[in-house]
């Protein structure tokens, strides 16, 4: 059961990132990818907002514990293998294995150079859209308006996500 939910992160976040190196704009991605998502989920909004307050109270909870585990158990994988990386390229460096990298031909080293760059200028992309989204102050904004406008939600999803991280 862990490979499904392996696989659907994988289909989830890896590909489109992948098309993001291909389409070149990582914001385009993220807001045709929110569309589709926010479109997809749509009939779902129009049940939650029939429920009652405990119902909503019960689903957000619900909601709010499973994404806190999913994205938890995500992330320590992805500091994991990160730290091991970095752990690796560190002990090649320091025996010298990195030192004398000689490249076979100088189209290849204009291939990987071009490669690098392309890599460098995706991350920084992703890096400046991360902290336009991730600002702590947008979010403090975000969930005052959602506290504001369905309080019972909110406060379901925040009491599962504050069980998901304790448990």
């Not at 998502?37 to 499973?66: E, M, N, R, Y």
């Not at 947008?138 to 959602?146: E, G, H, I, L």
């Amino acid at each position: 059961m862990k490979w499904a939910w392996s696989l659907t992160l994988l289909i989830a976040f890896i590909f489109p990132l992948l098309h993001c190196v291909n389409a070149g704009k990582v914001e385009d991605v993220v807001d045709d990818l929110r569309e589709k998502t926010i479109d997809s989920l749509q009939p779902l909004f129009d049940k939650f907002d029939d429920l009652p307050p405990k119902g909503k109270f019960g689903v957000s909870a619900i909601g709010g514990f499973a994404i806190t585990k999913i994205s938890m158990r995500t992330t320590i994988k992805v500091v994991k293998v990160g730290g091991a990386a970095f752990i690796m390229t560190e002990v090649l460096h320091q025996a010298g294995v990195l030192d004398d990298f000689s490249y076979p031909s100088d189209s290849s080293h204009k291939f990987i150079l071009g490669i690098r760059q392309k890599i460098a200028s995706t991350v920084n992309e992703c890096r400046i859209t991360v902290r336009k989204h991730l600002n702590v102050d947008n979010m403090r904004q975000v969930y005052k308006s959602c506290l504001q406008n369905e309080k019972m939600g909110t406060l379901g999803f925040t009491t599962g996500a504050v069980a998901g991280l304790l448990l």
